[in-house]
C-alpha cells in the first residue's frame, strides 16, 4: 500500500517495541553491490552460484576471490545516513532489534548495538575441519583458500544458500518479531528465506509492516506503507 512519509513517520514515533529488517540496499549508497538487479554480478558469476558450500567445495580460491575483491570493497566503505539513523532509533525506543542479512559489518561501525546477524559476518572465517572461527580482516592472503592451525580449509563464516541460519540469531529475531508493534523493512529483495519470511510472520502478530525501497518486492502488496526511493534519504526523513 502506498502512504505519506508524514504517516509513517507517526507511526514510528508512535510504536514502543519495533523491529527493523535490513538488506543489501543499506548499503549501497556506501558503494556496496547489491546481490540482485545491477551491479549484482561478479564477473560473469550470479551470487546464487558462488554463495554455496557445494561452489566451495569444487572451487574453493574462485569463492576466496569473490570474498577478498568484496572485503576490499567494504574496506573502503563508510555508514551512510541509513545506517545512522537506525542508531538514533535504538537509541530512542525501549524495545528495538534490528534484523541484518548484511555480513558488512556497516551496521556495527555505524553504532548499531542491539543487533543481530541472519547471514554472518564477512570479516570471521571458520575451519571447515575443527570449527574454529576467528576474525580475519586481512585484504590479502598468502594462500586461497587460507589454513587454519589444524590443517583444515578456512572458510568465510557466512550462511550460504542449504546452510542453516545460527540457531540463537534466529530465535531472537523470531522472538522480536512476535512482540513487535512495528516492522520496518529496508533495502532487502525479501526472495531469500527464511529471513523474508520474518515480514508475513510480523503481519500475522499484528504488528504494522513499512518498506522502503528503490523498487517494488513481493511483499510490497502486503504491507502498510511503501516506501520508494533510497534508504540513505528517506530513513533520515523518517527518524529525524
Ligand atoms: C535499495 C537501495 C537503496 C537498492 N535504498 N533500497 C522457501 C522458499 C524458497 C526457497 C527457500 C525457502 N526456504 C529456504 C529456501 C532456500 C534458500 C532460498 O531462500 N532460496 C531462494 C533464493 C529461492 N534459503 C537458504 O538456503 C537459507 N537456508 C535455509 O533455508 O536453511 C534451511 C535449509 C537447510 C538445508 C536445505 C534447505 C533449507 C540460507 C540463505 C543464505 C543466504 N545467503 C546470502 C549470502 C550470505 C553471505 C554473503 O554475503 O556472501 O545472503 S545470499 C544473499 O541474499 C545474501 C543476502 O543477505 C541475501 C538477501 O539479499 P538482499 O539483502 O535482499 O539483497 P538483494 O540484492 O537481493 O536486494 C537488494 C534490495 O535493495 C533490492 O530490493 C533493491 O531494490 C534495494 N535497493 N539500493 C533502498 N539505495
Ligand atoms: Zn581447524
Keep these: 500500500m502506498a502512504c505519506t512519509l508524514e504517516q509513517a513517520r507517526k507511526w514510528i514515533e508512535e ?20 546481490f540482485r538487479g545491477t ?7 550470479r551470487p546464487e552460484e558462488l554463495a ?8 574453493p580460491k574462485l569463492v576466496w576471490e569473490w570474498y577478498l575483491w568484496r572485503r ?14 537506525l542508531v538514533r532509533l535504538e537509541a530512542r525506543k525501549p524495545e528495538f532489534l534490528l534484523i541484518t542479512q548484511n555480513v558488512d559489518g556497516l551496521h556495527e561501525r555505524a553504532g548499531s548495538r542491539r543487533l543481530v546477524k541472519l547471514h554472518g559476518d564477512i570479516w570471521e572465517v571458520r575451519c571447515v575441519q575443527c570449527g574454529r572461527q576467528e576474525r580475519d580482516e586481512r585484504l590479502e592472503l598468502p594462500e586461497l583458500p587460507p589454513r587454519c592451525s589444524c590443517g583444515g580449509s578456512l572458510r568465510p563464516a557466512v550462511v550460504w544458500f542449504g546452510e542453516d541460519l545460527p540457531e540463537n540469531a534466529w530465535n531472537e529475531a523470531v522472538r522480536a518479531v512476535h512482540s513487535a508493534q512495528l516492522l ?9 528465506y527464511p529471513a523474508a519470511s520474518l515480514i508475513p510472520m510480523a503481519r500475522t502478530s499484528g504488528a504494522r509492516i513499512i518498506e522502503v525501497n528503490l523498487e517494488e518486492t513481493p511483499y ?21
Design 184 to 192: 520496518l523493512v529496508v533495502g532487502t529483495s525479501a526472495v531469500v
Design 220 to 240: 510490497s502488496p502486503a504491507v502498510d506503507c511503501a516506501l520508494r526511493g533510497r534508504a540513505g534519504e528517506l530513513l533520515p526523513q523518517l527518524i529525524p
Design 15 to 34: 510504536a514502543e517495541r519495533i523491529v527493523v529488517l535490513t538488506g543489501a540496499g543499506i548499503s549501497a549508497e556506501s558503494g556496496v553491490p547489491t
Design 39 to 45: 551491479g549484482g554480478l561478479w564477473r560473469q558469476y
Design 72 to 85: 576490499s570493497i567494504i574496506a573502503k566503505a563508510a555508514p551512510n545516513p541509513g545506517h545512522l539513523a
Design 52 to 59: 554455496t558450500p557445494e561452489a566451495f567445495a569444487r572451487d
